[in-house]
């Protein structure tokens, strides 16, 4: 793939930047064992997750009329919140993100993380200084990026044309098309490369492939 055309890079921040799967997984069979459901595997939940979150949730057994999804959500984000330095960020992203950075383009962050804790992320991985913006959101339920994605486009005065999104799953790729920029899957995060294949877009094993 030819990266010459683009002056403006968006990362997406769980599972592409950061390492973050194997924790995910972790936390959610342990909330679905303990309500006597079934147990979640890596393999299942690299073909089972997606956003937005309320509705993957459903899909692996959370009976809403029994306990609500804010409750669920929550349970899960305060586990995740403690537990979240044990992850690492991926193979090749401070390498790249330099990279980037020294060639003077214009690096930007949109996650479905929860705003403040995004930044205290960045900030923990040394990574804040590095973006112009940083977009999460204003809650922790990932209910999407789409909004916060067509106010980043506007908000960076750089063409569409000139900025590629790269992410690790099919929303990275609905968001891109509605923000009208190209994408790009890497596929060591949340979904299978299966299911990012069907898509039919460019895909890197990991960042470290990216070359620029």
Sequence with gaps: MDFCNYRHYIFDWNGTLLNDMLLAV????????KRGLQGMTVERYSHIFD????????NIGFDFNIES????????IIEYDKRQYECELQKGSIELIQKLFNRKFHLSILSAREQSMLEQNL?????????????????????GKIENGLKLI????????ETLLIGDTLHDFEVAKEMGIDCIFISSGHQS????????IPIY???????I
Excluded at 69 to 76: A, D, L, V
Excluded at 123 to 143: Q, V
Excluded at 154 to 161: G, R, T
């Design 26 to 33: 972790d936390i959610i069979d342990k909330m679905l064992v």
């Design 51 to 58: 956003f937005p979150v309320k509705d993957y949730y459903q």
């Design 69 to 76: 999804f804010e409750n669920i959500g929550t349970e899960f």
């Design 123 to 143: 900030k923990y991985y040394g990574l804040i200084n590095y973006f112009t913006i940083i977009s999460g959101l204003n809650d922790h339920y990932a209910n």
């Design 154 to 161: 506007k908000e960076s005065l750089i063409s569409p044309s």
């Design 193 to 200: 490369m299966k299911r990012l294949k069907a898509i039919g």
């Design 205 to 211: 094993n990991s960042l470290i492939d990216i070359k």
